[in-house]
């Protein structure tokens, strides 16, 4: 079964508006989660690194003030993305590390209108 | 030079036919390797680990070259179920390290 879950699994927003996606580690505790961003045929791109307890470290090129993260929890690290644009329609999925191996959420698709 | 690098195919085999995967790596001293698998739309899902010594899961075998710095993926006897995108993921040191993604080779089989 699943070991990371995430919610929603698609989301339609309006452009200008915020939307939040949760990612939950099931039965671990997960101190680091990632949050990925993968446009169509093309492979998944880190966005940062969520860290429990402390801030989040962003890749390159990523904005943190768009796309917000807390980890507030050792089960829970959310993404919110501010004020949504069309170019921000992708999938969006989380991961946590159990041991040596990466389990992934199922993916949020968001589409910006 | 990309980090990982694969071939992205697309690989159309028939059904019952073996196929292989080849992966490079550029970061030497990277430490875990794995194979993901990747349906249209979904997450990437753990297909399996790649150690040293090489592993084997029912119809696919995974072996790393260490010296050569590349990773195989052999399927046998395909399965039309099989058919994926297969992503070859890196990771460079340590268990706290960020992945680094292949673009993925992406598999038909056909009947």
């Known amino acids: 079964g699943a070991v990371v879950s995430q919610h929603p699994s698609r989301v339609i927003c309006k452009s200008g508006t915020s939307v939040k996606i949760e990612c939950r580690s099931l039965?671990?505790?997960?101190?680091?989660m990632f949050w990925y961003r993968q446009f169509p045929k093309q492979s998944l791109m880190l966005m940062a690194t969520?860290?429990?307890?402390?801030?989040?470290?962003?890749e390159q090129g990523v904005e943190k003030d768009k796309f917000l993260i807390n980890h507030a929890s050792l089960t829970l690290s959310t993404l919110t993305v501010t004020s949504a644009h069309p170019e921000d329609s992708s999938f969006y999925i989380c991961?946590?590390?159990?041991?040596?191996?990466?389990?992934f959420g199922q993916g949020t698709r968001l589409t910006v209108v | 030079r990309k980090e990982v690098e694969q071939d992205p195919g697309p690989f159309n085999v028939p059904e019952g036919a073996t196929v292989a995967f080849n992966c490079t790596y550029s970061?030497?001293?990277?430490?875990?390797f794995f194979w993901y698998r990747q349906d249209c739309r979904k997450e990437p899902k753990l297909l399996m680990s790649?150690?040293?010594s090489g592993n084997e899961d029912g119809r696919f075998t995974a072996q790393l070259n260490r010296a050569s710095q590349y990773i195989s993926l052999l399927i046998r006897d395909s399965k039309l179920s099989d058919s994926a995108t297969y992503l070859c993921?890196?990771?460079?040191?340590?268990?706290?390290?960020?992945?680094?993604f292949g673009t993925g080779t992406r598999l038909q089989v056909f009947p």
């Open positions: 991961s946590a590390d159990r041991g040596p191996e990466a389990f």
């Open positions: 039965d671990f505790q997960a101190t680091t």
């Open positions: 969520s860290n429990e307890g402390s801030k989040a470290t962003y």
């Open positions: 970061n030497s001293a990277s430490q875990s």
């Open positions: 790649v150690y040293s």
């Open positions: 993921v890196v990771r460079p040191r340590g268990n706290t390290d960020k992945l680094i």
